[in-house]
């Protein structure tokens, strides 16, 4: 059983940096973070392989947003960068795909956190 909880969320102006943390109880294949604006479909923003180094980014956060795992792989961060109020957004961590080849889309994830706020200001 996997069990995730978010952590790092808060309140940032414009061009600021926070670093989220997700810890999770039990192994996973791969392990991605997703966000959600008001009114908008929740969108995968960042996905990492669990151990290994394959990331991927989609291109509204890439050059700014780093994902990572700690050697454990017990914890997976995203440092955020240069932050914009675009970026405004619940942030959630998910694990357990059912397939390798839906990995962008959110109903192929079994786990979820309960979400983190992070809100940016200008």
């Known amino acids: 059983q996997v069990q995730l909880v978010e952590s790092g969320g808060g309140s940032v102006q414009a061009g600021g940096s926070l670093r989220l943390s997700c810890a999770a109880s039990?192994?996973?294949?791969?392990m991605a973070w997703f966000r959600q604006a008001p009114g908008k479909e929740r969108e995968a923003i960042a996905l990492i392989r669990a151990g290994g180094g394959s990331t991927w980014y989609a291109d509204s956060v890439k050059g700014r947003f780093t994902i990572s795992q700690d050697n454990a792989k017990i914890t997976v961060y995203l440092q955020m960068d240069s932050l914009e109020p675009e970026d405004t957004a619940m942030y959630y961590c998910?694990?357990?795909?059912?397939?390798?080849?839906?990995?962008?889309?959110?109903?192929?994830?079994?786990?979820w956190g309960q979400g983190t706020q992070v809100t940016v200001s200008s």
């Open positions: 039990g192994y996973t294949n791969y």
């Open positions: 998910a694990a357990g795909a059912r397939s390798s080849v839906r990995l962008f889309s959110p109903t192929n994830y079994h786990y």
